[in-house]
């Protein structure tokens, strides 16, 4: 980020580039590749022009999937009819308004005419748009400019957008978790450059990698992963520079009674770790498909078909090839992952770590009880849940406990508001929920006395709150 | 101690939060020799304090207890001496994000108020960003200025004592982020794009009012900046409580008392009061803020 400021290089689209597609509030993650077809909003094309073209800059889509950076200023050219009417007792639904029939509008599609100029010719074909008030033409105009248009911006991805284009996309990928949430975990767990940081999610990556751009590529994050191995498709999609793989790592989360009991054996490589480990890999082979389904399903077909060709003569020779190859690469593959897993065991076994994160499909308090252990004492910690009632019983669970403090259990409430001339209100739809949190703040553990006479020495008037009961 | 790096042990100079119970928290500046009072006791500094590990726990005079808590943004907040009305961790959660900040940022802000939002700022933008920050009111910059120094977060931050709508905020083409919470935010906005890069970048104003928020969202249109966006976020909390329901008695049951073994285990009815079911669950308080202000995001595109 030391730039002076100038220097335009890091602002434009490379070729391999991880960018953001945008059109209204949609939004599509994507790798810029060469001559890869895309289709974002029933429409393909495909990518290269864009290269050497500046984020953020708004392209046309022209015929052949071509795309062309759009003339500043062309699209504001309103309409010049300034003719309105006051209101609408004369305008009567005859469904005969609009002359254009839909076959006359797909030809005008065909014929390759830019979404301005079809709107033009709609307005000019609907006998009632002059007799519309002024903002009801507004509105007409934005509802079909919406429809009609063919244009997309490639914007660098960030969290906001990522966190956006998750929850209007793929909600159930990320356990419904809505952006503003996930700004209120970023904050709550004090994320910064320079800590060591738990994650654990099953929300494709996001999560993670929302939490590695607030780190900056200092500091250190361990991913805890269930099953076979990390999902991370959301974190590619950040196109993070390399050095920030550095900070990440990794850590399977069946291994952490071994870890808490001192029986993890990260040197040797005993056979039964062994075999443990290469069932991993074949779950890590099988989890691939699914890791990159989250990029998007069209990438995947994609792929499928490009495979697909090949000499049927050769292809027995060079699957037996192949397959000695893979098996070489295989053993790399298993001493990578024993050397990965050590590393991370060896920044867990500290137990100092600086903050925790965990957003999970799982039941949140086993998941909460059993990694707040690797926390140093006054450390935030905060749980996503999308049901609140896992995290009432992270709560009553922690206060039988002891070793946290501050303890909220929230929820946030966001409501979009349209700002217009004379017609500013709130958006008629509203997310109807963005699930809940539960924050704390770890402390160090009583240990000379057990948890219940612990419990007895809590300050009165909390107690009391705790246990009023109402009715 | 920092604002924006952990450490284990409190040391003299610090700033720790104690933390004395449910919502009932205090800043301490750690000085060898001080004291501290709180409702249970007596803090001593140089034995109770220094040397210590954050986190631990406490006893004071009066034999009660506290813990010791490492200074947060978000701790700083529900404890700082209030020179203005602040922002809330809620607000400043989204304005983070929204305002896509991260390390190596740069980011412009007015007013400095209390400082609540600028130490998570800092916290966000830290080692290699920098905030600057103008408040026209002298004894607030001042202090503001000193408290950054005290929190070992100066060196990422510039504090301007001048008007931001007259004189805007004393830089040129460098910010990556402009944050606005003063009364006529729309006054500003030239101000704002003036401070942005020429690449482009993003914008917030914080206004309680609607009224605020139409002029300032003209004014950005005006400026050319692009996806202009008004949002609020309010925060519920959940008191988590178990509560006992009665269970109504509905008088003795014929069809039970057919059976002579059943009708001698059914409990007396004299003792309606006794049956109860107990669930954990969770109140609203009884009163939550309503409203803080509206947020309204733009982007400014590249010139």
């Keep these: 980020m030391a730039d002076n400021g100038d220097d335009d290089s890091q602002y434009r689209i490379k070729e391999c580039d ?46 052949g999937g071509i795309l062309q950076p759009r003339k500043l200023k062309e699209a504001e050219s309103s309409t010049d009819a300034k003719e309105a009417g006051t209101d609408n007792r004369n305008i009567v639904d005859d469904g005969k308004s609009q002359k254009l029939t839909r076959d006359d509008i797909e030809t005008l599609k065909e014929q390759g005419l830019k979404g301005q100029e079809i709107i033009q010719q709609l307005i000019e074909n609907s006998s009632t748009f002059r007799d519309k008030t002024e903002y009801a033409q507004d509105k007409y105009i934005k509802k079909k400019k919406k429809k009609y248009e063919n244009t997309v911006t490639i914007l660098k991805p960030s969290c906001r957008i990522l966190a956006m284009m998750y929850h209007g996309r793929e909600p159930g990928k990320i356990c419904h978790l809505r952006y503003d ?86 040197t040797a490589k005993d056979p039964s770790a062994d075999s443990k480990q290469s069932n991993l890999a074949a779950e890590d082979d099988q989890n691939q498909p699914e890791a990159e389904q989250q990029g998007g399903p069209e990438e995947q077909s994609m792929e499928t078909s490009s495979g697909a060709d090949g000499g049927h003569d050769q292809e027995k020779e060079e699957k037996e090839k192949r397959k000695e190859a893979k098996a ?29 994160v965990i957003a999970s499909r799982f039941h949140s308090c086993p998941v909460l009880m059993g990694l707040l252990k690797f926390l140093s004492p006054s450390r935030p910690f905060v749980v996503y849940s999308q049901y609140k009632e896992t995290l009432i019983e992270c709560y009553t669970k922690l206060k039988e406990h002891g070793g946290t403090v501050d303890l909220r259990l929230t929820d946030t409430w966001l409501r979009h508001y349209q700002v217009l001339p004379n017609r500013t209100h709130p958006l008629l739809l509203m997310s109807g929920g963005g699930g809940y949190l539960l924050s704390g703040t770890t402390v160090a553990m009583d240990r000379s006395k057990p948890a219940g006479a612990q419990r007895a020495e809590e300050p009165a008037p909390k107690r009391l709150k705790l246990t009023d009961t109402e009715g | 101690m920092s604002f924006v790096e952990y450490s284990d042990f409190i040391q003299d100079g610090d700033v720790a939060i104690v933390y004395l119970g449910h919502e009932s928290m205090m800043p301490v500046k750690v000085q060898q020799g001080a004291q501290t009072q709180t409702r249970y006791g007596v803090i001593r500094h140089s034995t109770d304090l220094i040397g210590q590990r954050y986190g631990s726990k406490v006893t ?12 947060t943004p978000e701790l700083w907040t529900v404890t700082l001496p209030h020179r203005t009305q602040i922002l809330y961790t809620t607000d400043i959660a989204t304005i983070t994000m929204m305002l896509e ?56 931050v510039t504090v301007r004592n001048q008007d931001v709508c007259k004189d805007g905020f004393g830089v040129t083409g460098v910010a990556d982020a402009v944050f606005l919470d003063i009364p006529s935010p729309w006054e500003a906005v030239r101000h704002a794009k003036t401070a942005m890069k020429k690449q482009g970048g993003r914008v917030c104003s914080f206004s309680p009012c609607i009224e605020q928020v139409q002029r300032t969202c003209e004014a950005l249109a005006d400026q050319g900046f692009e996806e202009i966006s008004t949002v609020e976020v309010l925060l519920r909390v959940h008191d988590v409580r178990t ?41 609203p308080p009884r009163e939550i803020p309503g409203h803080t202000g509206y947020l309204t995001f733009a982007t400014k595109p590249r010139t």
């Design chain 1, 328 to 356: 070489q690469g295989k053993k790399v593959k298993l001493e990578e992952k024993r050397k990965k897993l050590a590393a991370a065991a060896a920044l867990l076994e500290g137990r100092n770590a600086d903050g925790l």
């Design chain 2, 243 to 283: 509560v006992s329901l009665p269970l109504p008695d509905f008088g003795p049951d014929p069809s039970a008392l057919t059976q002579p073994d059943a009708a001698e285990k059914t409990p007396p009815t004299s003792a309606p009061n006794q049956a109860c079911i107990a669930m954990k669950t969770t109140t």
């Design chain 2, 60 to 71: 004071c005079s009066k034999g009660g207890w506290v813990h010791v808590l490492h200074p």
């Design chain 1, 181 to 266: 949430t996930l700004a209120q975990m970023l904050t709550l767990a004090n994320i910064h450059a320079g800590s060591k940081v738990l994650v654990f999610e099953t929300c494709a990556g996001l999560v993670l990698g929302s939490v590695m751009e607030r780190m900056g590529g200092y500091g250190s994050v361990i991913q805890m992963y269930p099953g076979g191995g990390p999902v991370r498709a959301g974190v590619e999609s950040f196109g993070f520079p390399t050095h920030f793989h550095d900070m990440l790592h990794e850590f399977p989360i069946c291994h952490v009674n071994a870890l808490l009991a001192g029986t993890l054996d990260t």
């Design chain 2, 101 to 156: 900040l991260k390390p190596g940022s740069i980011v412009c802000e007015s007013g400095t108020g209390s400082g609540s939002l600028s130490h998570a700022i800092l916290r966000t933008i830290a080692p290699t960003g920098h905030l600057h920050t103008v408040e026209f009111h002298q004894q607030r910059a001042e202090k503001a200025a000193e408290e950054f120094k005290e929190h070992r977060v100066g060196h990422l």
């Design chain 1, 18 to 63: 991880y960018v953001v597609l945008k059109r209204g509030d949609i939004f599509k993650a994507v790798q810029i590749q060469p001559k890869k077809k895309v289709i974002f909003e029933k429409q393909w094309f495909f990518l290269d022009n864009a290269v050497g073209h500046l984020y953020s800059t708004t392209f046309e889509i022209v015929s």
